[in-house]
Structure formats: structure tokens, C-alpha cells
């Protein structure tokens, strides 16, 4: 019986280094070669400031705020609306929302290209009223927004379903309106979940790369300028790009947790 | 004042609230008591307008409200998880329904500081919720719906998530702040103690139909059904014939017995017409070991029963089982023993929820139930 038992915490002792391998190897080893690279050239830091660095890094920051706040008005809006709202084809809803976490990302930017592009569904008729969409920092924040919405629906309609429905019996009793209880009960108790919502699209915006590639034309974001710059050689700016994305990611994750802690 | 008037409501196939009707007036507690899937919170909810009946009526001070909206009825509803609001402190929960009438500042300020007073809760205004007892929580939810001067006041439940002793001292204080309120109040609970403290009439509720309505005296002593008999503890139920029928009483011949037996019965209008009929008689109400009394049978012991208020015994005579309630101290015999049994005529009621022509006569003091276990 003991034998087996070891024999059992044996095997699961494998599998745990296994994992621990895996991790050091894919997150560790990387993060390592990345500061290696940058302090092989501690010269190549002066990057930092040139035009290669801050220009993709200034569109990168600004359209993902953008695209973020695009996505919590419209994200807060569409949790509400599956949550307490009566409509036909839920699930079926459900599931178009959530597509863009599952979509390949080309796949996302052909279907923009195609939608937005100057022949597409609703870009031809744009074209008319000489509004082009593609290939401008609009087209970026359009990218953005499609893959970051889903982060906000999804982590709003669960703070949102965990909300009492006695709670909003209770106000509408007491003679609230529906656009109190939202005001008042609904946003507060769900605060957290779209705070969390809100961190975690930003980081899924401000790291888009495969559709934004596709519709984003001669601009650069963060991401693109990475790509681009590690294929023509120049590591210097490679390296200090991604040293920036890098941080904004920790950043990102030391505010996520944070707002998760704080009840 | 409320008037229900044959609601129906159905979930899918099942039929929840089956044609209720009844009417509170203005300043009465209307208690509905019964076992949980009864249709009670249902019918609460239908009040207060968040659900919608499918059928029937309901009147709020003279006037139909059917399609009114919750937030437009002025009802206040003490809900049974209290549903206070934890992001709010307990001074803002109590303030959140007269922030919305648009009162000023001073006079919402002296409201709610006048009902925690009179809730003995000012001392917990700047806490929160989380931080609160379970007691001190069903204070909050009370204070947060009458402050709001509701025209109906629905409580479902109030005090079924306290432990027993608070219980029992909330009750009888809860009755207190809702008469001093002076509002109309319909009270669910399953709590036969609880329905006779609180209520100035009570329903009984079983499956979605009102087994029996009429004041805590009239449910009580006088159950319409086998259901309501049970429910209140006149557990003790026979079958009858009635054979004979004089000026101040009946004699009604028990069916289930092995051998003829009679007892003596008031005389009620019913016994006329309905020559069968099923009689309850309270455990309370059977003398135990002496033939004082009319009615005599003559038994053996079979079951001695611990409860609360001392034993309950089972005793069987002539193939007629009574329980019967008795003090510890007051009973020496064990099961086998043969034992008189004897209950007075005016303590034995035919199942019509009516009352005997010549009732005025009141109840030995033994018969007041203090509690049905």
C-alpha cells in the first residue's frame, strides 16, 4: 500500500518539475535572453527617446485607451442588457461576444478588412460621405476594441450575476427607477469586475498585433514596430521595445491584482 | 387596505397561487402561514408588483394597481435575506428610499434618526452591513421599509434566519413597531408561534391555496380541514357518525373505533345536515388519568413522546389513537398502563372552520396552546 503511495507521489512529483521546467524555460529563459540582449548594449538605451521608440509607443498607448474606453461603455452596456434585460437568442448572443476570444487574429483582420475596407459592408457607404476607416489610427482602435469587448462583457456579466436579485427588489420597492438601480446598486456592486474587465482589455489592446497588422496600413503600434524592427536587424530597438511592452504587461498585472485584492 | 381578488399565478405548468383572495384593512397583520413551496412568497411578490399575476386583482387603498410598477406602489417589503445594500452604510440604507422621494436633507436626517431610535439602532448608522448581526440586520431592513411610510408593509419571512431566543423577542417586538406604524401588513411565515404572536388574522397556506382564513382563534380552535387541524396541532382526528341529536348537544358514534363508542358533541349547525364528518380534538384539551369530564374512554399507553412543553402521549383506546399533553411531573405511568381519558364536549369540532350555536361558553384556561410541536 505505502509502495504504491510513493509510487503515486512519485509520478506526481515528475509531473510538478515537468511543469516547473516548462515554465522556466518558456517564461523565465525568455525574460532572461530579453536583459541579456539589452545589457550586451547598455549604449542602445539612448533608443529610448529616439523617434523609433516613442512614436509607436505613444499611438500604442493612446489607441488602446481608446479602445478601452470604447469597449467598457459598450461592454458595461451589452452585460447589462444579457443580465437583466429579456431578449430573444441569449446564448446565441452570448456566443457572437465572445467569438473574438477564439477568433484567429488574421481571421479578425480580414473580416474588418472586408467590413471596414473602402468596399467592404459598411465602409463603401462611408466612402460616399469621403470617410475612410482603414489603414489610420481609427482602423487601429477599431482592431482593438473588437478583441478587448469581450474581456469587459464577460468580467462585467459575472460581477453582475453575483448581485443579489432580492437587492434590486429591495431599491425597486423603495421607489428607484431603473436608471438608479443602475446608477446606484448595480455599477457600485459590479465595480470590481469591471475594474478587472478594464485592466485586462487595455493589456489585450495595447499587445494587439495579428488584426491590427492588417488594417493598420503604414502606422506602427508597440507591437507591429517590434515585428518589424527584429526583421531588419535592428536588436537595439527590438530589445528596448520590448522591455517597454514588457513593463506595461507588469504594470498591468501588479493594477489587476490589486484591484482583485481590494473588496 | 388590501384587497386580493382571485389571483392566479403559474410557473410554467405548475400552478403556484390558485384563486387567492382576501382582504387586510387598513392597520391589521395579515399573517400567511404555511410550509415552504406554498405559493406565500409568490403572493408577496405579486403585492409588491415584482412579479406579475396572471389573473385576479390586486387593491392597494381602494385603487387597482394591477399594472402600477413596484417603484410607484409605496410598499415597503422586509425581505427574508433582508437585502440591505453592502456598499451602504446602515444610515444610507435606511435613507436610500427617501433620498428618492426628493425630501430635503434635514427632514430625511430626522426620519431616519426618529426610526433607528425607535429600533434602538442609532448607535450602528455609520457601519456596514457585513459588520452587522443577524438581529441587528433584520433592525436595518424593518427601519430601511417603514420609513418610507408604506401604504402596504410585506414582511417575508423577517425572522426565520435568527436563532431561536431572538426570534422569539423580535416577534413580539416586531408586532409592536408595526402596530405603533399603525400600517396594513401581510407576515409570511411557517411558524405557528411566530403566525399567532404577530397576526391579527392568519391564512393557512398549503399548495398554493388558502386552506383556511379567519383570526388566530378561529384557526386554531376551529379548523376547517384534516390539513389546518394538523397544522395547528389538533392532531388528535376522528371520524364520526352523528345518531343523535338533542337540543343542547350530539352524540356522534366513532367509525374507526373496534367498538361502539360515543361521544358527546355541541351542538353545530353542520351535524344537521352532514350526518359524517371528521372532529379534531386539541392534545391540550384530553384530561389524561381522570374521568372529570363528559367524555370518558378508557386506553392503554403506547407511545410517551418528549417535546418542548413537557410529554406527549399516545394513548390507544378501542383501536382510537389520541395524543394526549401532559406535564413530566404530572405523569407516572409507563407504556402498557391503562389510563382514563376524559375531554370536555365543548373541545371536540367538527372540521367546518364554524363555530357551535352555543358557543359564548369560553375554554378552561388549560386549553390556550402556548406553542404546537
Given amino acids: 500500500m505505502s509502495a504504491f503511495a510513493n509510487n503515486r507521489t512519485a509520478v506526481l512529483n515528475v509531473i510538478m518539475i515537468f511543469g516547473f521546467c516548462v515554465f522556466a524555460l518558456l517564461i523565465i529563459c525568455p525574460l532572461i535572453a530579453l536583459i541579456l540582449n539589452v545589457l550586451q548594449d547598455i549604449a ?58 477564439v477568433l484567429p487574429p488574421s481571421v479578425a483582420g480580414y473580416l474588418l478588412l472586408i467590413t471596414f475596407g473602402k468596399y467592404g459592408l459598411v465602409g463603401y457607404p462611408l466612402s460616399f460621405l469621403g470617410i475612410e476607416l482603414m489603414f489610420s489610427t481609427v482602423a487601429i482602435v477599431i482592431a482593438q476594441t473588437f478583441v478587448a469587448l469581450p474581456f469587459i462583457v464577460k468580467s462585467t456579466r459575472t460581477a453582475m450575476s453575483a448581485i443579489p436579485s432580492n437587492l434590486i427588489n429591495a431599491a425597486k420597492t423603495m421607489g428607484a427607477s431603473e436608471l438608479l438601480i443602475f446608477k446606484q446598486i448595480i455599477l457600485p456592486l459590479s465595480k470590481k469586475g469591471i475594474l478587472a474587465g478594464i485592466v485586462m482589455a487595455y493589456a489585450r489592446a495595447i499587445g494587439e498585433f495579428g488584426a491590427t497588422m492588417m488594417v493598420c496600413g503604414l502606422l506602427t503600434t508597440l507591437p507591429i514596430a517590434i515585428y518589424t524592427s527584429a526583421l531588419s536587424g535592428e536588436r537595439e530597438v527590438a530589445n528596448i521595445l520590448s522591455l517597454v511592452l514588457i513593463s506595461i504587461s507588469f504594470l498591468i498585472l501588479a493594477v489587476f491584482k490589486k484591484v482583485m485584492k481590494n473588496d | 387596505m388590501i384587497e386580493l381578488i382571485s389571483i392566479v399565478k403559474k410557473f410554467g405548468n405548475k400552478t403556484v397561487l390558485k384563486n387567492i383572495g382576501f382582504k387586510v384593512n387598513a392597520g391589521e397583520i395579515m399573517v400567511l402561514l404555511g410550509g415552504s413551496g406554498g405559493g406565500k412568497t409568490t403572493l408577496l411578490n405579486i403585492i409588491a408588483g415584482l412579479i406579475k399575476q396572471d389573473a385576479g386583482d390586486v387593491i392597494i387603498k381602494n385603487k387597482l394597481v394591477n399594472d402600477v410598477p413596484p417603484e410607484k406602489r409605496n410598499v415597503g417589503f422586509v425581505f427574508q435575506d433582508y437585502a440591505l445594500f453592502p456598499h451602504k452604510n446602515v444610515f444610507d440604507n435606511i435613507a436610500f428610499g427617501l433620498r428618492l422621494k426628493n425630501l430635503k436633507r434635514d427632514l430625511i436626517n430626522r426620519k431616519v434618526n426618529k426610526i433607528m431610535e425607535m429600533l434602538n439602532i442609532t448607535e450602528l448608522a455609520r457601519k456596514y452591513i457585513d459588520e452587522l448581526s443577524g438581529g441587528q440586520k433584520q433592525r436595518v431592513a424593518l427601519a430601511r421599509s417603514i420609513v418610507i411610510e408604506p401604504d402596504i408593509l410585506l414582511l417575508d419571512e423577517p425572522l426565520s434566519a435568527l436563532d431561536p431566543l431572538l426570534r422569539e423577542k423580535l416577534r413580539i417586538e416586531i408586532k409592536r413597531i408595526i402596530k405603533n406604524t399603525g400600517v396594513t401588513a401581510v407576515y409570511v411565515t411557517h411558524n405557528l408561534t411566530e403566525a399567532m404572536t ?31 387541524a394538523n397544522f395547528v396541532g389538533a392532531n388528535n382526528i376522528i371520524k ?134
Fill in chain 1, 44 to 101: 542602445s538605451f539612448k533608443v529610448l527617446f529616439s523617434y523609433h521608440v516613442t512614436k509607436p509607443l505613444v499611438l500604442s498607448i493612446f489607441t488602446a485607451l481608446a479602445s478601452t474606453a470604447i469597449s467598457t461603455i459598450a461592454g458595461i452596456s451589452l452585460a447589462y442588457l444579457m443580465e437583466y434585460k429579456k431578449i430573444f437568442f441569449r446564448e446565441t448572443f452570448d456566443t457572437l461576444i465572445n467569438l473574438p476570444f
Fill in chain 2, 198 to 228: 404577530v397576526g391579527d388574522k392568519i391564512a393557512i397556506f398549503d399548495k398554493g391555496e388558502i386552506m383556511q382564513l379567519g383570526t388566530v382563534d378561529d384557526v386554531l380552535y376551529y379548523p376547517k380541514n384534516e390539513f389546518v
Fill in chain 2, 240 to 373: 364520526g357518525k352523528v345518531v343523535e341529536f338533542s337540543e343542547k348537544e350530539a352524540v356522534v358514534e366513532v367509525i374507526s373505533a373496534l367498538k361502539p363508542v360515543k361521544v358527546f358533541v355541541p351542538k353545530y349547525p353542520i351535524l344537521e345536515k352532514k350526518r359524517e364528518m371528521y372532529f379534531c380534538i386539541h392534545p391540550e384539551n384530553i384530561l389524561l388519568g381522570l374521568k372529570e369530564h363528559k367524555n370518558v374512554l378508557f386506553g392503554a399507553v403506547e407511545n410517551i413522546i418528549p417535546v418542548l412543553q413537557g410529554l406527549r402521549v399516545v394513548v390507544n383506546a378501542y383501536g382510537i389513537k389520541l395524543c394526549v399533553s401532559v406535564t413530566k411531573n404530572s405523569f407516572n405511568y409507563k407504556i402498557g398502563d391503562k389510563v382514563w381519558l376524559s375531554f370536555d364536549k365543548n373541545s371536540i369540532h367538527p372540521l367546518c372552520g364554524k363555530r357551535s350555536r352555543l358557543e359564548g361558553k369560553k375554554f378552561p384556561l388549560m386549553c390556550i396552546k402556548k406553542d404546537a410541536v
